[in-house]
């Protein structure tokens, strides 16, 4: 619809370790990551991923490569690599994700052997933060992805960039806490490619503000001040005051300074 303002989604609290469901909202996974397309600066998120393959690299040392190593011995893929459900596959952002009734079809097939690994391994590791699951349909190891990548194009985790180091000339400015991207046409069926609007940048170490900082009424009183004074010397970047994203060295650079939240 001409005319419509787009809305912004905060990528790690509003899709991050969400549910994915089906049409008939019959849960499906978790939101393990989300892929970024980059192109020169300007990143679009692309697909959600989700199983072992995508959670095993945010998990904490020893937890996340032994997850990864075990997935890797299990599967037949010589190159494993997460389930991969693009935004074009999206119906609607709510409390939960719900895709279209093609891809529900394909996640669900393709969940089967990530849903014995997560019940009868992962959940068994103490510290796995892994809950329980009802049994698991027999495994198949033959579905196929939602769809795969064109060769050549270079994408970055949200669960990677959320820790990039970010610089406006040779000054520090902390850590990436959060990523805003725009859905352009929110009364379309589907949610689509979403392009990156916003950085949210803050000290190291201090972590996200759990959407505070959005919804200044939801929560404990006290538990609010006290994210919101920790994170008092958060910064927005706008994407287009970005000048360099280095995938390879973990940083972004800013070409004016910005100005605090």
Known sequence: MA????????LA??????????????????????????????????????????????????????????????TLDPYPAPIRIPLTEVQEITS???????????????LTLEAWLRQHLINKI?????????????RQRSAPAVEALEAGTITVRLSALLGYAAYSGTAGLGQVHEVTALQTRPSAPIVGRMPVNGYVIGPRNTGTTLGYDRHPE???????????????????????????????HRRITVGRPPAER
């Open 3 to 10: 005319g419509e303002e787009p809305v912004e989604y905060p």
């Open 126 to 138: 103490p510290g796995s933060g892994a809950e329980p699951s009802p049994p698991a349909e027999p």
């Open 96 to 110: 939960a994700v719900r895709l279209t009734p093609q891809a529900a079809g394909v996640v669900q097939r393709r």
């Open 218 to 248: 939801h929560g404990p009183r006290l538990l609010r001040a006290g994210i919101l004074a920790l994170h008092r010397h958060d910064v927005t970047i706008a994407a287009a005051d970005v000048t360099e994203l280095d995938p390879v």
């Open 13 to 74: 609290l509003r899709l991050l370790d969400h549910q994915i469901e089906a049409p008939d909202s019959t849960p499906l996974a978790n939101v393990d990551d989300i892929e970024l397309e980059l192109n020169d600066t300007e990143l679009h998120a692309t697909a959600l991923l989700c199983g072992p393959a995508a959670l095993g690299e945010r998990l904490p040392g020893r937890l996340g490569s032994w997850t990864l190593a075990v997935w890797r011995r299990i």
